[in-house]
Nanobody, 116 residues
């Protein structure tokens, strides 16, 4: 049974930091790409960051220089370190893992709120 368990969300002041984690279990095959989407109220879902098994990363322009995605392949776990957080980063963050082209799994979502 494939499971993705997210943690690390919460309330933080502008300029603060949070680290999200996403642990995948029940995977029978190596994971290709891992990453994070977010969805803010009234906004479309947005791909925030992704990382391949080989470590190649991509970020949406608005978080470049502030967020860092990483992964621990041995643990099938991915992380999103979010620094210099801004109110516009407020959203529900969803992790995903892509086992292959046709198999993608999603976490339950974790709320990140950036507010004074």
């Amino acid at each position: 049974q494939v499971q993705l368990v997210e943690s690390g969300g919460g309330l933080v002041q502008p300029g603060g930091s949070l680290r999200l984690s996403c642990a995948a279990s029940g995977m029978s095959f190596p994971i290709n790409t891992m990453g994070w989407y977010r969805q803010a109220p009234g906004k479309a879902r947005e791909l925030v960051a992704s990382i391949t098994r080989g470590g190649s990363t991509n970020y949406v322009d608005s978080v470049k220089g502030r967020f860092t995605i990483s992964r621990d392949n041995a643990k099938n776990t991915e992380y999103l370190l979010m620094g210099n957080l801004k109110p516009e980063d407020t959203a529900i963050y969803y992790c995903y893992v892509q086992r292959n082209v046709v198999s993608t799994y999603w976490g339950q979502g974790t709320q990140v709120t950036v507010s004074s």
